[in-house]
Every structure is written in C-alpha cells, then in structure tokens.
C-alpha cells in the first residue's frame, strides 16, 4: 500500500522559504505522478504542482509559477517543493498525492490516487 508522508511545513514570514518533502514508500513511484495540493480554510483544494516520477515533466498553478519548483529523488522516492517569495495567500495545509498512469496536469486537476496527511503551511504578512 502506497503512503506518503509529508514534511517541511512551518510558519514563516512573507517573502520567505520553505522546502517540502513528501517521502513515498510501499512500492516504487515509476509510472506514478505526484504532485503537491493545498487547501486554505474556506477555499477549494488547489492543485499546486505535479511531477512525472518517469520524465519529470512538470505542471505548475498559475499562482505559484515562477515562485515554486517541484523536483523528485528517485532513488529516495521522495518529492520536494521549494517554494519561495512565498505570501499571505500560500497559507493552507499542503497535501502529496500520488496517481499511476496519469498526466501531471491530470493529477493537478483531478487530485486522485492516494494522498498524505498533509503539512501546515503559514505565511504572515
């Protein structure tokens, strides 16, 4: 059974850094995409980043393009999210989800497959 474990998260300041980990385990992550939700409270969850384990193709958010980057260690099974400048409005708890035989924007845009618990992220302004 595939688990994801996320890690990273913390309250920082505007225009801060963090970095993410999500460390997968159960079986390997080839043929899988996964990628990095967020849900703020009252918003709908948001498909923030995706990555193809085979290709590292990626998918970013809009919101988060140019700020974020999404990479992968293969050989740890583990997924990071480097997320610089970040604001106010990246608060929310961040979430690793990981599909097999599926796109990185079809895993951004869909969010199935199976998922962490989630990390707190907090910005303050």
């Known amino acids: 059974q595939l688990q994801l474990v996320e890690s990273g998260g913390g309250l920082v300041q505007a225009g801060g850094s963090l970095r993410l980990s999500c460390a997968a385990s159960?079986?390997?992550?080839?043929?899988?995409?996964i990628g990095w939700f967020r849900q703020a409270p009252g918003k709908e969850r948001e498909g923030v980043s995706c990555?193809?384990?085979?290709?590292?193709?990626?998918y970013y958010a809009d919101s988060v393009k140019g700020r974020f980057t999404i990479s992968r260690d293969n050989a740890k099974n583990t997924v990071y999210l480097q997320m610089n400048s970040l604001k106010p409005e990246d608060s929310g708890v961040y979430y690793c989800?990981?599909?097999?035989?599926?796109?990185?924007?079809?895993?951004?845009?869909?969010?199935?497959?199976?998922w962490g618990r989630g990390t707190q992220v907090t910005v303050s302004s």
């Open positions: 159960g079986f390997s992550l080839n043929y899988h995409a």
């Open positions: 989800a990981a599909d097999r035989d599926i796109t990185v924007q079809g895993l951004c845009l869909l969010g199935l497959g199976s």
């Open positions: 990555i193809s384990f085979n290709d590292g193709s990626t």
